[in-house]
């Protein structure tokens, strides 16, 4: 499985993004999905989570009220929608893709993981 995370980019606080994670394989869509971030130096941390249907939603503290995510099977694409971003949600943000049907927040849980997509929002 090959995971292709993209549409990060540099914006104020304030603004909003949305990321994409693409899957090459149909097979994802009976995966729960999630996305990480990690700035350099410090450790990966969970952001949100959804379950293969994703009707099931988890989110980080940090990340309740302003980022949503969603998925969309038919087309093998999970969103991250981030809005009110913060100077303190700059980090290079991974999907990834849990070994199980669920929606988690341990790294441990997703077996395939994609390329990051840097956010960088100034202040």
């Known amino acids: 499985v090959q995971l292709q995370a993209f549409g990060g980019g540099l914006v104020q606080a304030g603004d909003s993004l949305r990321l994409s994670c693409a899957s090459t394989?149909?097979?994802?869509?009976?995966?729960?999905m999630g996305w990480f971030r990690q700035v350099s130096g410090k450790e990966r941390e969970f952001v949100a989570a959804?379950?293969?249907?994703?009707?099931?939603?988890y989110y980080a503290d940090s990340a309740k009220g302003r980022f949503t995510i969603s998925r969309d099977n038919a087309k093998g694409t999970v969103y991250l929608q981030m809005n009110s971003l913060k100077p303190e949600d700059t980090a290079v943000y991974y999907c990834a893709q849990n070994r199980w049907s669920g929606a988690g927040s341990s790294a441990l849980q997703y077996s395939y993981w994609g390329r990051g997509t840097q956010v960088t929002v100034s202040s």
């Open positions: 959804l379950d293969w249907r994703g009707s099931n939603t």
């Open positions: 394989r149909r097979t994802s869509s009976n995966n729960g």
